[in-house]
């Protein structure tokens, strides 16, 4: 029998227990004065004989309460339970993408099959879920699951995952705004209905759980000393996932995305020295309820005094995301591992794959400005009123690519990561963020926000490199952070569109990459100015091939190394901002441009700077055009276009490295 006796001297979960435990008393207390309630006693008579806020204390406000209780307690079990499973100190609910599976599952009944709502939504939750867990299984699987790779695959999973739910958004914006706005985490409570189905629920899965929980510790041992000692570790596995995917989507389909809730209690409880599996998750869950209780009781305080309705999901997740990131230093294997393949088994390009390339790029080009679809359907279109209107869009497009391939092409090189991309090390979500902050703060110039989504992009990957700087730059270790600064940035633009701000539409449309706000005058001065970056960059290539090397030999052969680093940091951020600023921060452009690049064996730095951004002109183009024809009459923004053509892309590399 296994023991969940704690050893003497370890005790410090009391005292972090009973420091939430405080702090949710003396939050409670705060929030209980200033809201003017009654007597508490009132709360359990008869609500026919309750006053009007009486009432709604009793059957909203304390729900919410034990609501928040409950969907943290159950997360965080369900991030040990995780962790457990796949023996991954990063797994949790939001990091292996089972939460953005449960919550693109609802939104697309919601929005094409609403009378299944009236079923049972946590069937069409828990179905997503199981989808998207399996997705990331798959994609992350090779001779066993790796943390790293996991990690990965839920992550960019997440990101798609968003594409499609910003997608149906747009199409969908009147239908879709109140479900969005619940998903991003709403603890909202008009009864005890669901307070009592998540307790039914999770009481069942936690009996499952404690019938399962020697097995499930053996698996700490690994899987071959546990297969020894008589434990079937696929089927244990196996039900283990359907668990936590139940628990997952059993949240979702009440409250929405909790951020990061179930992770920080899950590592918390681990860091605390608790390494026995039962007990992990005790301690787990009651630091989940507190965590989860003291941030949305702060946030109804702040919404009494200030009038702020904030998410309490996205600010969770705001929250979290420096703890993702610390857990990437602390807690991941060092050195990770490095199994991308190269390309140089390729043979180098020759004169008839840069005449493919030059026609193909011609045809699309010519594609673009003159066959459209219109309600006399296909035909070729040579008006010259419709060609003034479409070129600044293809203008805009092309710009975009060549910057975004440029940014790839240097980032991917400078850093030794072969999956490195403005949009995957969270330079975009950077650029993103600044501009964010720049309008919160009134600032509305198109000059100023241009300048501070340069700063910021700057600032942004001036950082990963400072946290990289003393693990030797390590790919896996700067793909990570980057996607973790990203996850900060992202949760602090969803706190903005939950808040129910009435610019959220507009910025929507930004976000998803739109051409249409394209005119003459910008697009040339646009394309002008990729084109001069371009060029500017070409004479960095020697430096590029010498960085590839590794930074010590590139020293030893008379680079200054930290000089280059500088200019090369400075010159990607500028890319990716100027990118970012025209089409928003989603597109993987960046990432599989320089890859397929190198496949048709542009192997040197400069030919690949060079047919990197000939690949993106193409691919951007392409993406405007087809999102403009695909819908027709409706339109699909090319950076959204981009990101569900190239997502597609990075799931095929994913399983091939």
Known sequence: MVSTQ??????????????????????????????????WQILFSNSKELSLEALLLQT?????????????????????LLQQLTRNPLAADNTLAVSSGAQIALLIVTLFFPKWMLWRADVWAFLGAIVSMSMVLALSYKNGLHPVRMILAGLILNLYLGGLSMTLMLFYSEE?????????GSLVQDGWQDVLDLTLRATIVFIAIALLSKPLSMLSLGDEQAKSLGVPVLSLRLAGLVLAAFLCASVVSMVGMMGFAGLAAAAASKHLGLHNFKTQSMVAFAIGALLLLLTDTVLQILALHTGWLLSTGAVTAFIGAPLLLWLIFRALPTPLVQDYKDYVHI???????????MVLAVTVLLISLWVTQDAYGWHINLDKDAWLLRY?????????????????????RMTLNPMASPELLGISAGTAAGVFIALLLGISSSGYLWMCGVGSAIATLTIILLFNRNSGLQPERILLTGMAIAALFDALINVFLAAGDPRAQSVLVWLSGSTYQATPLLANGLIGIALLLLI????????????????????????????????????????????TLMLGPMCFVGLWAPHLAKILGFHKPLHQLMAA?????????????????????????????????????????????
């Not at 879709?176 to 991003?184: K, L, T």
């Not at 043979?347 to 390339?357: A, D, E, K």
């Open 6 to 39: 704690l050893p003497r001297g370890n005790r410090k979960w009391h005292w972090v227990l009973g420091s939430l435990l405080l702090l949710c008393l003396i939050s409670l207390l705060v929030l209980w004065h200033d809201s003017g309630a009654p007597a």
């Open 60 to 80: 909203s406000v304390l729900p919410r309460l034990v609501m928040a209780m409950l969907a943290g307690g159950v997360l965080a079990v369900c991030g040990v």
């Open 176 to 184: 879709a705004r109140g479900i969005m706005q619940w998903s991003s």
């Open 347 to 357: 043979t180098p390009f020759n004169r008839p794959t840069i005449f493919i390339m």
């Open 392 to 412: 600044p869009r293809l203008l805009m497009s092309a710009a975009a690519g060549i910057m975004l391939a440029t940014a790839g092409v240097i980032l991917q």
């Open 536 to 579: 500017l960059s070409l004479p960095l290539a020697r430096c590029l091939g010498l960085l590839s090397l590794n930074p010590i030999m590139a020293q030893s052969l008379g680079l200054n190394v930290p000089l280059t680093q500088k200019i090369l940091v400075v010159l990607a951020a500028i890319l990716t901002a100027l990118s």
């Open 613 to 657: 951004a000939t690949i993106a002109v193409i691919a951007m183009v392409f993406a405007d055009w087809l999102g403009r024809q695909i819908v027709y009459p409706y339109e699909i923004p090319a950076g959204l276009m981009a990101t569900l053509l190239g997502g597609a892309y990075f799931f095929r590399l994913m399983r091939k490295t």
